[in-house]
């Protein structure tokens, strides 16, 4: 059964760091792209970023380009996403997911929340 669990959200005032993780089981995950795409209140799907199955391919949102890093450690079977700077319209549900680019998304967990505010 494919699980994707996400953590690391919280309330940050602008300008600060979280690092979200997502722990992924029940598939291969060395075989599979994995993405970050999120949902602020009020609005829809956002895709945020992707990573490519090596980790060697990452591609991320405009607004999102020089604050967040997306990685994945495959020994762990832990995908991360380093937020920096961030800003209030970043407050968002954050869900990682995973697929393939034939097929796009595939799974996607339960999400987490991040609230920017002062």
């Known amino acids: 059964e494919v699980r994707l669990v996400e953590s690391g959200g919280g309330l940050v005032q602008p300008g600060g760091s979280l690092r979200l993780s997502c722990v992924a089981s029940g598939f291969t995950f060395d075989g599979y792209d994995m993405y970050w795409v999120r949902q602020a209140p009020g609005k829809g799907l956002e895709w945020v970023s992707t990573i490519s199955w090596t980790g060697t391919t990452l591609y991320y949102a405009e607004s999102m380009k020089g604050r967040f890093t997306i990685s994945r450690d495959n020994a762990k079977n832990t995908l991360y996403l380093q937020m920096n700077s961030l800003k209030s319209e970043d407050t968002a549900v954050y869900y990682c997911?995973?697929?393939?680019?034939?097929?796009?998304?595939?799974?996607w967990g339960k999400g987490t929340l991040v609230t920017v505010s002062s």
């Open positions: 997911a995973n697929g393939l680019p034939a097929s796009g998304i595939d799974y």
